[in-house]
């Protein structure tokens, strides 16, 4: 039995944040991750830093507060963020009454704008619909999620306190009323741990009403799925939003080689069962290409979705309830965590453990705003001329990842998982999404007896068919193409499998 | 703009188009053959698949669904298609195993089987069962082949590593063609003192000389020895297209090579021309008749939209089975995506069905109703429909 002080539960932002805080006010703590870190929504989402323009006329203090983690994020994930700036563009058609109320509620919650017209914006973004009327400029940026989470777990590592991914939360522990710990399996030797603390924090996100259940307690939120695409290059140096009301496919934000659309919205019951419709993926690329007309002819490489953790709330357009967040206290020794933001992460992080720091009585401030994460001076960032400073043994091509770095991710993180090395890598997020590079990566930890050679053929075929769960949305054109080979490569030129 | 007159214009350059354009040099006409660079055969294993299903090819083509191309083609047809080309590789020295009679056995780099029916000489000392053991070897550097797949599911498996000074496959292909360093590579490989029954390469043993060296490493090694098809760029596959295309020369044929077609001249039901983009300037090529072996998608015949799927060359009907969401299923391996049946549909001539267009003729993976993987029928329906293309096309000029 293992013995900390207090359990979190969830690897995405909002808990890798919380592991940091804690590890940041020296309580030690143990993080447990079903799958890895932002596996869940946090890696599902667009990779947008909000300046808080899109919720100030809606949510002005989801807004500010947005501003505020934004230009905190700005300092402290500096490997993490693209200073890109944004724009908001105003199409033919578009409402003129929105552009002021929009100016004005920027103004009133503090988010600097410039208004530029339509020649400027188009200096700036040349691949812009020609036609827009104007684009105000807010401080937008795009920030790399999986980056972020392992950025902020590293603290934790690095003090010691126990991290365990792939792990699954079985059971919460009672004793008297209280939540004294839980039981976890991990979830590929299979083998059960339990661990006791004082305090439980579920940060699961879309499945906090799930952890909750198992404590008894309830959590109500509203599941809202939101769709995105991706294409197979940047189509924009900025971030280009739609000035209207929020909207369907109504964002564009350009994130390392390629650019993510969407999103759309759509109230979902259970978040481990999600699809896309192709037409969701039509309503995409259609809105999208109406502020950057290239859109209607690119390459799309992969369609997936996220599920959005709301607040309950009466209103029925998911797109209008409020992204602001909530802990709940269950009164048993468990807090649950939800709503919020990708960019407000840090924010509910410091809520989270100064509610934990009260109840035990300990004064010490977060310093998580004013201390830079740990682990960046190792990262390159994204300059291409970087990366291609080893070309040695390239093992993605589309992604410039050699051998060695994959060797390293290996060594270091002991995975025996090849979406491990795709989330600290980028391996396999290109044109080919891991068509080539996966038959190279799992030869390569099989050539360092990290997996058995039985294991390395079962995880290729699994690979293929979530591989696919991603892409079969986004299948026409060149990626069609590119996957008919693919197909090729594994059933026909490998007899991977053989017809039934 | 130069205008050139021939008897047939064949568009594509994988193994349809080439071999329809073998014969019919092969009897007096004038060919020439326009691509817009290399076919997908360069992409392929060197295999020729006829109906890998059936323990027996030639009876598992009649087994296959009613609307399969196959059908179309006279059984005299395919055996006279597959005896031309075993003859033209034996020519051309890369000899190919194999029988219509019987499937062979061809070890993947996962360390399964490929089952096919006329196989590369290089492939021929695969083992055909899981009793014999083999030594692989495997190259320093070589990203794309990892021995540890087949270890997985071979016993008596081992393996050693040589390291040739390149790491890639091309480049390890270019070596063995030099004889000190292969005669290098000999007495390293005597120094591994491999006690296997079969000793297993990837297929870069050369270029032009596969053959050659195959059969004499085995004599000098004193074991029978195979190369294993590797993933893109894959070297068997690029031997069979570089035989096919000096064969098709060989016999007089013509290749205008990087000259994707532009544009079509008609006349009525009669197509008089091609145009193609060419360095400089459009070039016309006229002809009397034309064969389509464009391939399917990857070798771009047939262009998936958003909404359909379209040929767009001759604009020849597609068969588009269904909706864009129907075109694949939820599971991966199914084999049965819908997409697979995407083509054009012709009659027993091999002139596509709903079109006006009297002189052409269509061939090969463009084909509808194929589905390559799950039929397992790939090169080999493009040596027997481009064969058939052949024939129709002299019928038609006589």
């Not at chain 2, 890998?52 to 005299?76: M, R, T, Y």
């Amino acid at each position: 039995m293992i013995k900390a002080d207090v359990i979190i539960i969830g690897g995405g932002a909002t808990g890798c944040g919380i592991a940091r805080d804690l590890a940041l006010r020296g309580i030690p703590h143990c993080l447990i991750e079903k799958g890895d870190f932002a596996a869940g929504t946090t890696g599902a989402c667009h990779g947008l830093l909000h300046s808080g323009g899109r919720y100030a006329v809606n949510d002005p203090i989801a807004a500010r507060e947005c501003y505020d983690e934004n230009q905190i994020l700005r300092r402290i994930a500096i490997k993490c963020v693209e200073q890109t700036g944004g724009l908001f563009v105003r199409l033919p058609g578009d409402s003129k009454r929105f552009r002021e109320l929009f100016l004005r509620s920027c103004g009133e919650v503090g988010i600097p704008t410039e208004v530029i017209s339509s020649t400027k914006a188009l200096d700036l973004v040349p691949n812009l619909n020609p036609e827009i009327e104007e684009a105000i400029k807010v401080p937008d940026c795009s920030i790399d999620p999986f980056r972020l989470c392992m950025l902020n777990i590293r603290t934790s590592q690095l003090r010691n306190n126990l991290i365990f991914t792939r792990h699954k939360v079985t059971e919460i522990i009672k004793s008297h009323g209280r939540c004294i710990g839980v039981k976890a399996t991990d979830q590929s030797t299979g083998e059960a741990r339990e661990i006791h603390a004082n305090i439980i924090v579920n940060a699961t996100g879309a499945w906090a009403n799930m952890i909750a259940s198992l404590a008894g307690c309830e959590v109500p939120m509203t599941l809202a799925k939101g769709s995105l695409v991706i294409t197979n290059h940047r189509l924009t140096n900025m971030v280009i939003n739609r000035l209207r009301p929020p909207s369907d496919g109504d964002i564009i934000v350009p994130n390392e080689a390629v650019c993510l659309a969407g999103t759309t919205s759509l109230a979902v019951e259970n978040p481990d069962k999600i699809g896309i419709e192709a037409a969701e993926v039509d309503t995409i690329i259609s809105e999208a290409g109406r502020m950057i007309p290239h859109f209607n002819n690119t390459r799309i490489i992969r369609a997936f979705s996220g599920v959005r953790p709301l607040l309950k709330s009466q209103k029925m357009d998911s797109h209008e309830i409020s992204r602001g967040f909530r802990i709940i206290d269950h009164q048993n020794g468990m807090y649950s965590i939800v709503g919020g933001k990708l960019t407000t992460f840090r924010l509910m992080a410091e809520k989270m453990v100064d509610t934990i720091m009260a109840s035990f009585n300990l004064k010490r401030a977060c310093e998580t705003a004013a201390i830079p994460l740990d682990g960046q001076e190792e990262l390159s960032g994204y300059p291409l001329s970087k990366r291609l400073a080893d070309m040695k043994d390239i093992v993605c091509e589309c992604e410039l990842v050699n051998r060695k770095e994959v060797e390293r991710i290996i060594n270091q993180t002991g995975t025996r998982n090849v979406g491990d090395i795709t989330h600290r890598t980028r391996l396999g997020m290109g044109p080919c999404q891991g068509g080539f590079c996966t038959f190279r990566a799992l030869g390569i930890m099989n050539d360092m007896s990290v997996v058995s050679p039985e294991q390395s053929m079962a995880m290729l075929r699994d690979f293929l068919q979530r591989r696919f769960r991603g892409i079969r949305y986004a299948l026409w054109g060149d990626q069609l193409r590119e996957e008919q080979l693919v197909e090729y490569i594994y059933l026909g030129i490998l007899a991977l499998e053989k017809p039934k | 703009m130069s205008v050139t007159e021939y008897d047939v214009i064949i568009i594509g350059a994988g193994v349809a188009g080439l071999t329809a354009g073998a014969l019919l040099a092969s009897r007096g006409f004038q060919v020439a053959l326009v691509t817009a660079g290399e076919p997908t055969a360069c992409l392929s294993t060197g295999c020729i698949d006829v109906c890998s299903g059936n323990h027996n090819p030639l009876a598992g083509i009649k087994e296959l669904p009613d609307a399969h191309p196959f059908h179309l083609v006279p059984e005299k047809t395919i055996t006279e298609s597959l005896d031309n080309f075993l003859k033209a590789m034996q020519e051309m020295g890369i000899p190919y195993t194999g029988t219509l009679a019987e499937n062979r056995l061809v070890l993947s780099a996962l360390g399964t089987f490929k089952t096919s029916c006329l196989v590369p000489s290089t492939m021929k000392a695969a083992p055909q069962d899981t009793r014999d053991s083999i030594h692989i070897i495997s190259f320093a550097g070589l990203k794309d082949f990892y021995p540890g797949y087949i270890i997985s599911r071979r016993p008596n498996t081992e393996f050693s590593v040589y390291d040739a000074g390149v790491a890639s496959t091309m480049g390890i292909a270019a070596h063995f063609e030099e004889e000190d360093c292969l005669e290098r590579f000999i007495s390293w490989l005597k120094g591994q003192n491999v006690s296997a029954d079969r000793i297993a390469f990837p297929a870069v043993l050369g270029l032009e000389s596969a053959d050659k060296i195959v059969k004499m490493l085995a004599l000098r090694i004193g074991k029978p020895v195979f190369e294993i098809p590797t993933i893109p760029p894959s070297m068997p596959g690029r031997r069979l297209f570089n035989a096919l295309k000096d064969y098709f020369r060989k016999k007089g044929g013509t290749i205008y090579w990087g000259w994707p077609v532009s544009g079509v001249e008609k006349s009525g039901k009669i197509i008089e021309g091609v145009t193609t983009a060419s360095k400089g300037r459009p070039n016309s090529l006229n002809g009397k008749s034309f064969i389509l072996a464009t391939g399917s998608f990857v070798g771009g015949g047939l262009v998936a939209g958003r909404e359909t799927i379209t040929e767009n060359i001759f604009h020849l009907p597609v068969h588009v089975p269904g909706a864009r969401e129907t075109w694949f299923e939820n599971d991966y391996f199914s084999f049965s995506h819908g997409i697979g049946r995407a083509g054009i549909i012709v009659d027993s001539s091999l002139r596509p069905d709903g079109s006006p267009l009297e002189n052409i003729f269509v061939c090969g993976g463009i084909l509808a109703d194929t589905e390559i993987l799950k039929n397992g029928c790939g090169h080999g329906l493009a040596i027997a429909t481009g064969q058939r293309a052949a024939e129709s096309c002299m019928e038609c000029l006589r």
